[in-house]
């Protein structure tokens, strides 16, 4: 039987899957002449991408990530220290708004050619129409829909839709509200948008610690345990140029993490990106 401090440990590293994202004044940049560097065999390069919860955890990194590769990012941010820290990197054009208002998302998003969200916003309110989990979310895919982005990834989390069993029941409690959010905006993705080539990662329990490389992304929807945001990241840029991703959900975890959400030591198997 799992003992009480290991229980403890799997809720907070779970529950820091949601801690708050900072969303969202256009800052000008210099537009650079390469594109997304791609997956080998896979995909078309986006040249732009809009980037939703990029000014803290993985969205920050996704930001750096997505620059690395050649792409040029919109990212939408809320806070002033957010519009001061990104604005200083090339290639980046930062909008100061909220994701909760739909117009700020749209109007942030247009002449992008792809859209990353990993909005979450904690564990308390169960109205899901205050709760950017479910509303930004889905004014994201909303406005990809309108603006003709076909390309989303969406990032929730284990314990959404397919992958609920995965998750410990005490663990799933004390998150639920978060869950049930994150879940219906990726149930619009999948229902209302089939035109769209969406893919949606699942990440574990989120670590704060260098990337180990060694995290996989599965269909298994029985996969559980810990995974690095740096790696998530990775995972996320990754996806967003593989055609093997599209219309694909995917949980991603990392192998070679310790986990107490996963005290059976329970393998799940790598999808290839390529």
């Keep these: 039987m799992m003992s009480i401090n290991l229980l403890l440990a799997n809720i907070l590293a779970l ?6 994202n900072a969303v969202v004044t256009r800052t000008a940049y210099l537009p650079k002449s390469s594109s997304l560097c791609m997956v080998q065999g896979q995909g ?9 919860g990029g000014s803290k955890g993985v969205g920050r990194i996704v930001v750096d990530k997505l620059l ?3 792409s040029d990012v919109v990212a939408l941010v809320r806070s002033d220290e957010a519009v001061s820290e990104l604005s200083s990197l090339e290639g980046v054009t930062v909008i100061k ?30 109205d899901l129409k205050s709760r950017v989990d479910y509303v930004g979310n889905n004014n994201v895919i909303e406005a990809a829909g309108i603006l003709g982005v076909t390309r ?12 609920k069993e995965a998750t ?29 080539n969406w893919t949606i990662v699942r990440p574990g329990g989120l670590v704060s610690d260098a990337a180990t ?19 998530v990241a990775d995972l996320v840029v990754k996806c967003l140029s593989s055609k093997n991703t ?22 799940a198997a790598a999808f290839a990106l390529a």
């Design 97 to 126: 708004g909220d994701a909760m208002d739909y117009k700020t998302v749209e109007g942030a998003m247009d002449g992008c050619d792809a859209a990353i969200t990993t909005l979450g916003g904690g564990h308390g309110d169960a």
């Design 152 to 163: 989303v990834v969406l990032v929730t989390s284990i314990g959404c839709g397919s992958s």
């Design 15 to 20: 529950a820091s899957a949601f801690a708050p």
């Design 213 to 231: 490389g060694k995290a996989i992304l599965t269909e298994d929807t029985k996969a559980i345990g810990s995974i690095r945001r740096a790696d």
């Design 246 to 267: 599209e219309k694909k959900i995917l949980s991603a975890v990392d192998p070679s993490i310790p986990s107490s959400a996963n005290v059976d030591g329970y393998t």
């Design 68 to 70: 690395e590769s050649g």
């Design 44 to 52: 078309d390069g986006y040249k732009k991408v809009f980037v939703a």
């Design 168 to 196: 410990p029941p005490s663990v799933y409690e004390v998150l639920k509200n978060a869950l049930m959010a994150k879940e219906k905006a990726e149930n619009v993705l999948i229902k209302y948008y089939t035109n769209m």
